[in-house]
């Protein structure tokens, strides 16, 4: 049984809200959102240098970049990079996100570069986005219909930024969502909480990594 990382927020009355509505066992009451198709695609968000930072303390890493989360991305990165290697050995496709921030004029400047150890691999889309879901001015939703994709695997950050707002996207366009909560993260650790308890509630089947990894396997099997 999944250990969410946000029931320590939880008050007793929310915990009976949760269980009486039924939010526990079946999500949103309005639309499907704890289901998994056939034929999901991981889509690696934001994992960039001027995002990550280097392997330090958040309040060193944001003196060289204010947006930079330090060890907190790198606490996320030991679990996203094994997961990234079980998908690709189940052949399942992997797709990434860089921000372009209006800043930045060179597109390939090296603050953009995604980081080493979740780096893409010869043939996986990038996708460049200037806002905060993966969806808006992109052709991501093209993408993920002429290759037939039914389920977004969400890894990377911000949990409550562009993870949430590319979640909300996806489920509004119909497709399955899974989160692996040890490969999401957020410089604030109430924002990271609160928002995967949100999406859980509303948009998408919230899980730890062991169970997204043992769903990988049954695709291709």
């Not at 043939?123 to 093209?142: E, Q």
Request: with cysteine.
């Amino acid at each position: 049984m999944t250990e969410y990382v946000w029931k320590d927020l939880l008050t007793e009355e929310d915990e009976q809200v949760i269980s009486k509505a039924g939010y526990d066992q079946g999500g949103a009451s309005s639309w499907e959102t704890r289901e998994l198709g056939d034929s999901p695609l991981v889509l690696v968000i934001d994992m960039q240098r001027l995002i990550v930072g280097e392997d330090e303390p958040i309040l060193n890493a944001v003196e060289s970049h204010r947006t930079a989360m330090g060890e907190i991305a790198w606490d996320a990165i030991d679990r996203i990079a094994p997961f990234l290697s079980t998908a690709r050995d189940h052949d399942i496709p992997v797709a990434y996100t860089r921000l372009v921030p209006p800043s930045y004029d060179d597109p390939d400047h090296e603050d953009l570069a995604i980081v080493d150890p979740v780096a893409p691999e010869p043939g996986d889309p990038i996708i460049n986005k200037s806002h905060a879901s993966a969806f808006y001015g992109t052709d991501l939703l093209s993408q993920l219909i002429r290759r037939d994709i039914d389920t977004l695997i969400v890894v990377g950050n911000s949990t409550s930024g562009c993870v949430r707002a590319t979640v909300v996207d996806a489920q509004q366009r119909g497709f399955d969502v899974a989160l692996p909560q040890e490969c999401l993260f957020d410089r604030i650790e109430a924002s990271h909480k609160i928002a995967l308890l949100d999406m859980w509630m509303k948009y998408a089947s919230v899980l730890e990594s062991e169970e997204v990894e043992s769903y990988l396997q049954t695709i291709n099997s």
